[in-house]
């Protein structure tokens, strides 16, 4: 018990966290046909961990989470300024942005030295959740050992703050989310700005991506965003019930993900694990295509029998 | 320094020249391609395409290892990448098509589940603890130190062939991204014009994953275009002035890389084809923001000389300070703040070319609506000289021409 406690449990805590928080935001970011935003902002804040890092020389630092959100919204600043000015189409311009902001994370990266330390590009692509630790772990009781859970890894603090910001701006602004997402003439109309709103999202986001960063690393944060809200939009279309739905698909997704990577190959008979972060994209990624496949509604297998009903009728 | 000069001569022994030299190629033929890819909007499929790349890959490494004893074989690795990327436009284009979500949520949802897929075969390579299995790691951001000869030949030929197919095909693929529906109609296969387009695309992504990797490789193909884009509009010169940009960025980010440790080569390469992107937003004559700095300024100078000079025909202070100086400085006004001769002469002609402009507009409101230049130039500048001598006519019926200043003083 006490070697999941101390290994296993903080692994899950991380993934399943880090789901939490970027698959709710996902949502909105799927309802507003911005789910490569995700995908850029993922790109873009490594420069900006990158140099926070540098500053304040320990990982999971704030400092860290200040340079990716000042990265971000220097990024959809550089976007609109790109588009605006050079008349190209926002993917091209989002393009741009987050190819070169990226390369330079990754030049700084390798230059400064940082690289191999605290900080490589195979955990900023990767992500490291393995290394989550909890060693003062001995008994269940602990868990509601309030000195106990102090020692929990740092990580895992960070990603419990952000999802606690993450649901309270959800909760608090779900009105505006809503009419701004579906609506965004009647949102300007009602007095509140659609695109403060949305500058507002895209820094969540950030923040949501620099703190599942370190467990997931960057590109499987663009699975944590898109497919649990994918799977959801593909069951629902109350946008209460889809909010719902994608928490509970990207926490299931963390756990299964991880006790397929860790317990998957040994009950098969091998004697290694996989990339946990890797697994939970990918289970992320199984519940989308079941979701697209056998939702009640709007899944193609359920709409062909429907369609071969009608025509038989 | 001095080794960065070395290579950029190609003077930095035979294998690096060899990488600068594909890499140059690779760029020509991704900023080619690109430019369709830009027009026809579909820049960040290439996204997906890019990091669909990375299953096919190891599980080519993990086939060639158990059944013919040895991975790291650069060309069976690439048909792994190609296979899976395939499958995954494909996969794009399903998601698009038969469920409700959108293009952007199909793209992210393929790239980063393939790309998931990809980690968990690379930790199944790194448990089968086999020698050679450093070189993927290249694959995802680029590595050409240690690149081996046969594979930097294998590179430059096939970004060659790329090139080629590009610009032998490059009047249909303008049809199909300005009129798909004309390109139909002159008997052009648009759907298997589109594939190819696409095939093309993933071609050079799969070239380029060893120099650029797949995280990066979308930049070359999407940022010559995009700077090329503010030099001009004529197709065959965009994907000229597109091809140089990618081939130059790229042979001079290879050869920076070549010159020191620690230097990514994807990185660089992106770095380098970014300035050129700044210097070409900055000073393009057609959409650069100093062109367009230049001709507002132009703009506001005419504007405000014609207001100041108006002001003194009408004898009205001018009390604006960049009018005033404006005028000062074309010796239409004195330190005084007093019309000079000069002035007083220009003014008057001024004034009549502006009642022309009235006129003009009181008898053909439409036209002169259209018109870009209404009152900013002189009249006989605009107009063509007989409307410009009716126009006279109309304004002055008795006085022959060069009238008195001010003449007619309708105002």
Known sequence: ?313 | MEQFFAALTLSAGYNTALVCVGAALLGAASGAIGVFVLLRKRTLVSDAVSHATLPGVALAFIIAQVYFGSGRSLPVLLVGAAVSAGIGVLAVDWIKTHTRLTEDAAIGTVLSTFFAVGMVLLTIIQSMSIAGQAGLEGFLLGATSGMLKSEAMTIAVAAGLVGLAVVLRMKEFSLLCFDEGFAAASGYNVRWLDRTLLLLLLGIVVIGLKTVGLVLIIALAIIPPVAARFWTDRVPVLVAIAAGIGALGSYIGAALSASAPNMPTGGLIVLVLFSFFVVSLLISPVRGILAAALKHYRFQRIVHLRQGLLAIAHDEPVLEPLTRSILRRGGFMGGDGQPTVKGQSEARLIERDQKLWNLYREMHPEESHALADWSLKPIGEVLPADTVKTLEQELTPHVVRDGLPGAGGAN
């Open chain 1, 1 to 313: 018990m006490d070697i999941f406690l101390q290994f296993d449990l903080p692994s899950i805590l991380l993934g399943s966290l880090a789901a939490l928080a970027c698959g709710l935001l996902g949502n909105f970011l799927v309802l507003r046909k911005q789910a490569l935003m995700g995908d850029a902002i993922s790109h873009v804040v490594l420069p900006g961990i990158v140099l926070g890092f540098l500053f304040s020389h320990e990982t999971g630092s704030w400092a860290m989470m200040i340079g990716a959100g000042v990265a971000a919204i220097v990024a959809v600043l550089l976007i609109e300024l790109i588009r605006r000015i050079g008349n190209v189409e926002p993917g091209a311009a989002m393009g741009v942005v987050f190819t070169t902001m990226f390369a330079a994370g990754v030049v700084i990266l390798e230059q400064t030295g940082t690289a191999g330390v605290h900080l490589d590009v195979e955990h900023a692509l990767y992500g490291n959740l393995e290394s989550a630790i909890w060693l003062d772990a001995y008994t269940l009781s602990d868990l509601w050992n309030l000195q106990a859970l102090a020692t929990l890894p740092e990580s895992i603090k960070q990603l419990f703050v952000v999802n606690v910001l993450v649901i309270a701006f959800v909760v608090l602004f779900f009105k505006e989310l809503k009419i701004s997402s579906f609506d965004p003439l009647l949102s300007a109309s009602l007095g509140f700005s659609p695109k403060w709103l949305g500058l507002a999202l895209i820094v969540m986001v950030a923040i949501a991506a620099v703190a599942a960063f370190s467990a997931v690393g960057s590109i499987l944060v663009i699975a944590m965003f898109i497919c649990p809200a994918a799977t959801a939009r593909m069951l629902t279309d109350s946008l209460k019930m889809q909010l719902i739905i994608s928490g509970i698909a990207s926490l299931s997704a963390g756990l299964l993900g991880y006790l397929l990577a860790a317990f998957g190959p040994g009950m098969l008979g091998y004697e290694f694990s996989v990339s946990a972060a890797g697994m939970i994209a990918v289970v992320a990624g199984l519940q989308q295509v079941l979701a697209m496949l056998f939702a009640p509604h709007y899944g193609v297998v359920m709409r062909k029998r429907k369609q071969r009903a009608h025509a038989a009728a």
